[in-house]
């Protein structure tokens, strides 16, 4: 192939001259692994020397608080950058050198944006019953501490100030829980505890019941109170109604302010012979089917404990006999009316009894059958303990103008409701 005239001039550059050295005839390319590893060096030390400081952007704004109810639009905000990862820590210093600790050692990262702190001038105190109170007016400092394992320590002070002010401090007072003992199981003695207490000031009140284990169990949740006297019953139940076990139960009562001052105290409330009382009819029969106008049914019934807890009973015994025309709170001059929630009876009812409530089952007697002398309490009341079962036998007079009745028999118990309501329906024929 002919090379055209002149074309090796145009190449190449006139007046440079080629040379090869010594050092170019020994030179060999460097392994491309190590040429990585000296660029991650040089990295390195340009990153180290670039690195941000620990501790950076530390303030404190505004420098003076004026405690103040009205959503503490006055807080101090404490902002401050971490420049690697570190635990921080905050306090509040009095001149005396006491310290307050904010934040201790909670663990920090980097971020594009600084860590911010709220201070309503407020701080946690060793007084239990005082967990929180704000300091007085005065001169403090702000201390914010970073220690890194990797970057070493750092720390920050800063001057604040706390306005004088005027506060009425909250208290809970006159506080009572009583009984201090307390046996939920329904039989209306003391069933419940009341926990009564007054509020000096306007406060927002919890209330929680510490189970044995140390479980919490809300009572009143953040509930704003006026000063005035308060009252909070409690059932010894879980919230869904359920029952909780034996034991001692601690109640806590708090009480914060508007300014942030939280006060705190605690009462026991032991729990002894919990559970539900149960019973069940086990047999009924009511007799004869045919009868007369101005004869009497005789209702034959048993009753069973079957649950944990003794049942409480009491009103007209058995052989007890009514008419028609009575109810259980009429005779006797009214002795066996409907007594508070926990009492427990057996009763009899007809389909034509057209009432609710008080008037249905107007036939009732106890749940016993020892003579009234021999009651728990002598002619007031007796008990069905638990796994009992006992035999009552009633009457009740006709002298309803109906040619077909249909009886029933039901268990009551008094102010809570009807259980087996309309048990052993019979149809009693009647003659004029």
Request: glycine share 8%; aromatic share 8%; proline share 9%.
């Amino acid at each position: 192939m002919n090379t055209p005239p002149g074309y090796l001039e145009q190449q190449k550059p006139q007046g440079l001259v080629e040379v090869e050295t010594e050092s170019m005839k020994d030179f060999h390319p460097v392994p491309l692994a190590l040429q990585i590893l000296l660029l991650v060096a040089v990295g390195l030390f340009l990153t180290s020397c670039i690195r941000p400081p620990l501790l950076s952007e530390v303030l404190a704004a505004p420098t003076t608080l004026l405690p103040t109810s009205e959503d503490h639009e006055n807080d101090i905000e404490i902002t401050y950058s971490v420049g690697c990862d570190a635990q921080v820590s905050i306090a509040i210093e009095s001149p005396a050198g006491h310290r307050y600790a904010l934040r201790h050692h909670e663990p920090r990262k980097p971020l594009p944006h600084p860590y911010t702190l709220r201070f309503d001038g407020t701080v946690p105190t060793s007084d239990p019953t005082m967990p929180r109170q704000l300091l007085p007016g005065g001169n403090y400092t702000v201390v914010v501490q970073a220690r890194s394992a990797s970057c070493g320590n750092a720390e920050a002070r800063l001057p604040i100030t706390i306005a004088d002010y005027r506060v009425v401090m909250p208290a809970i007072e006159h506080l009572t829980v009583w009984p201090e003992t307390i046996s939920p199981n329904a039989d209306a003695i003391d069933d419940v505890a009341e926990i009564t207490y007054r509020l000096p000031v306007t406060a927002t009140v919890d209330i929680s019941i510490t189970t044995p284990d140390q479980r919490t169990i809300p009572l009143v949740s953040r509930r704003e109170e006026p000063p005035a006297e308060h009252h909070q019953v409690w059932n010894g139940k879980h919230p869904d109604g359920t029952p909780l076990s034996n034991g001692v139960y601690t109640c806590t009562i708090s009480a914060e302010d508007a300014y942030g001052n939280l006060v705190r105290h605690q009462r026991l409330i032991r729990l002894t012979n919990v559970g539900t009382p149960e019973a069940t009819i086990t047999y009924a029969r009511i007799a004869p089917q045919r009868l007369m106008l101005g004869e009497p049914l005789t209702i034959t019934m048993r009753v069973k404990n079957t649950g944990s807890v003794p049942i409480r009973t009491y009103g007209p015994p058995g052989g007890f006999g009514y008419t028609t025309n009575e109810v259980f709170s009429s005779v006797e001059d009214g002795r066996y009316a409907s007594h508070a929630g926990g009492f427990w009876r057996i009763g009899v009812d007809w389909d034509a009894n057209s009432g609710d409530g008080p008037k249905r089952y107007p036939f009732r007697w106890a749940l016993s059958q020892r003579p009234p002398g021999q009651w728990a309490i002598p002619g007031q009341e007796d008990w069905l303990l638990p796994g009992e079962e006992v035999e009552v036998t009633g009457y009740v007079t006709v002298l309803q103008r109906e040619t077909k009745m249909g009886f029933y028999v039901g268990l009551i118990q008094d102010g809570v409701g009807f259980f087996q309501d309309r048990t052993a329906r019979t149809i009693v024929e009647v003659g004029f």
